[in-house]
């Protein structure tokens, strides 16, 4: 079993930054790939970034250019630097975790992202 916890989220105005973290707990030994997804009120929940235990990272074109996906295996974090934030990246930002045996993703309980205008 994988535990997430998520912070870092909160009110920025466009054009600025947030840094979000991911901490994981439990059989971090399992975990293949770490990422963030996003789902903004009345969408379904979309691929952010992803990064596997070798540290490849794969983006939504949304994202590339402006955020950038880092982990800190020492303290089994996953990051989430997002820059030139826009209105329209707001959403709940939520981090997912797949074990190497399983195609389930283990959720974190999600940081609220707010972008003004």
């Known amino acids: 079993q994988v535990q997430l916890v998520e912070s870092g989220g909160g009110l920025v105005q466009a054009g600025g930054s947030l840094r979000l973290s991911c901490a994981a707990s439990g059989s971090i030994f399992s975990i293949s790939v770490m990422g963030w997804y996003r789902q903004a009120p009345g969408k379904q929940r979309e691929l952010v970034a992803h990064i596997t235990r070798g540290g490849i990272t794969t983006y939504a074109d949304t994202a590339k250019g402006r955020f950038t996906i880092s982990r800190d295996n020492a303290k089994n974090t996953v990051y989430l630097q997002m820059n030139s934030l826009k209105p329209e990246d707001t959403a709940v930002y939520y981090c997912?975790?797949?074990?190497?045996?399983?195609?389930?993703?283990?959720w974190g309980q999600g940081t609220q992202v707010t972008v003004s205008s």
């Open positions: 997912g975790a797949k074990l190497i045996s399983s195609v389930a993703l283990y």
